[in-house]
């Protein structure tokens, strides 16, 4: 799969922008949750697999797209937005875009061995508290810290 995509053009009218991220999750040993985080491309924060719309996809299968190419996982998307959280993105052009993610649970079924992204990010399955210690955002961090799977 590759990330030839189309993006929409900036609305500085209609901020903040929309992007689709996935929560992937599976049971723990022992009956728990556990979260996936990935690091950023450029800050190397721990985020959530994300991105802006793709053309022709629904916000669910961007989601699970998204968590492919970046974490190299897939499964089964919730039927129901688990909630949004906001933050900032600097554009290449030093311009500031707010944006407004709506987050998407994905039970992990399968984790690829290779997948589009993988030399570029590091990624770690953690429990959803330490999840919401790692992720900088204030609203990511409430997402995380109540996940129950």
Do not use: N
Not at 116 to 142: F, G, I, N, Q, Y
Request: charged fraction near 35%.
């Amino acid at each position: 799969m590759s990330k030839a995509r189309e993006y929409t053009p900036a609305e500085p009218d209609r901020e903040p922008r929309a992007q689709y991220a996935a929560l992937p999750w599976r049971r723990a040993e022992g009956g728990g949750v556990e979260v996936l985080l990935i690091t950023s491309r450029e800050t190397r924060r721990w985020v959530i697999p994300k991105g802006w719309p793709i053309k022709g996809l629904k916000s669910r299968p961007s989601a699970a797209l998204e968590a492919f190419e970046e974490a190299g996982v897939s499964g089964r998307v919730g039927r129901k937005r688990l909630g949004d959280y906001h933050y900032d993105k600097r554009l290449q052009s030093g311009r500031v875009q707010h944006v407004r993610v709506s987050v998407y649970a994905l039970k992990v079924a399968h984790e690829a061995d290779d997948w589009p992204e993988k030399a570029e990010r590091e990624k770690a399955w953690v429990s959803p508290a330490e999840a919401a210690d790692r992720v900088d955002e204030p609203e990511l961090k409430a997402l995380l810290a109540g996940f129950k799977g």
